[in-house]
């Protein structure tokens, strides 16, 4: 088998374990599937919790999707009590939209449930398979920062992606 060959029967398996470690996750009862939230819901309450703050534009631009969608979304996740509108400080005109302590809430139980089932599993794991999976996640981690858009940059890529 050439090398070729092998690393895309390898990328193969690894995503198939993958796939099939989310299912056994998704079994595990998380406050992502517990919650009413529909899916444009959640990715607001995500940017806001990864941004901090944003305003409708923002959002809009986020989700692909109209200001006026955006509006309602945000009025029902305002009406669950997970976000906040307020005025921008430099911008009077501009509403920004932020999550209340609940949303902030929600989005650590959501991490939370993750990180503890994998914690869970981990326990399980002999000390020398931990630091395999260690230097390996560590690994992957640092490809994926080398591959994610540096939005400071030009063009929004970092300088390794030319």
Known sequence: MSVSNEREVLI??????????ARLFAQHQSPLFSSNLTMRQLKVVMVLSMNGSA??????????????TVTGIVDRLV??????????PHDRRVRRVELTPAGAG????IN???IQQYRRIMEHLDTETLRTLDDVS??????????????????????DNG
Do not use: F
Request: no cysteine; net charge neutral; proline share 3%.
């Open 12 to 21: 193969r398996r690894i995503t198939e374990t993958q796939r099939g470690m």
């Open 55 to 68: 305003s409708g534009q923002d959002l809009s631009h986020n989700l692909g999707v109209g200001l006026g």
């Open 79 to 88: 009406a669950q009590g997970l976000v906040s509108r307020h005025e921008d």
């Open 106 to 109: 929600l989005i650590e139980e």
């Open 112 to 114: 939370n449930a993750g």
């Open 138 to 159: 560590r690994k992957i981690r640092d490809v994926a920062e080398k591959l994610t858009p540096d939005k400071s940059a030009p063009g929004g890529l970092t300088s």
